[in-house]
Structures are given as C-alpha cells and as structure tokens.
C-alpha cells in the first residue's frame, strides 16, 4: 500500500513537472516570436532610414551655392561678446 502510494505520488509530480516545462516552452516559443518580430520591424526601419541617408535616390543639384553669391552675404557680429570668465565670478 505504501508502495502504491509512493509511487502513485511521484508519478503525479512527474506529470505536473512535465506539464509545466511544456507550458514554459510554449511561453518561451511565444517570447522568441515577439522578440523576432520587434527585431525585424527594426530592421525595416533601419534599412528605410539607410536609404534617405544615403541620398542616392535624390537630386540636389538645384540647392548647390554659387560661392560667388557667398561674397555679397554681410557678416553679421554678435551684439555681445561672452566672457566665460563671468559664469564663475562671485561677486557679480
């Protein structure tokens, strides 16, 4: 009897165990599907924003300056010249 019910008992913790390792895996299988998912819109968008950067599609010729037209643009002076000293004074 003690025998029956010894093993009677392991093998419902053997089962239990063995139910929650599949659930687990089935867990982690969901986990790796949504991590790949994230990964891969990612990858799209990183591969969208390599494209602009690398401006191959695009035309600016239109926007380049003359550098003769850079001659007659006034150079214009700070009304106020920042002394970095005054940050640190105490007595101001």
Do not use: W
Not at 15 to 35: D, P
Not at 57 to 72: G, H, I, M, R, T
């Amino acid at each position: 009897m003690i025998k029956k019910t010894f093993l009677l008992t392991l093998f419902v913790l053997f089962n239990l165990t063995n139910l929650q390792a599949q659930n687990s895996s089935k867990e982690e299988q969901k986990l790796t599907a949504k991590h790949l998912q994230e990964q891969m819109q990612r990858e799209k968008k990183f591969a969208q924003e390599q494209k602009f950067y690398q401006g191959k599609d695009y035309n600016l010729s239109a926007e380049k300056v003359d550098p003769k037209d850079l001659d007659s643009v006034p150079t214009i002076e700070p009304e106020n010249d920042f002394d970095m000293t005054d940050v640190y004074r105490d007595d101001i």
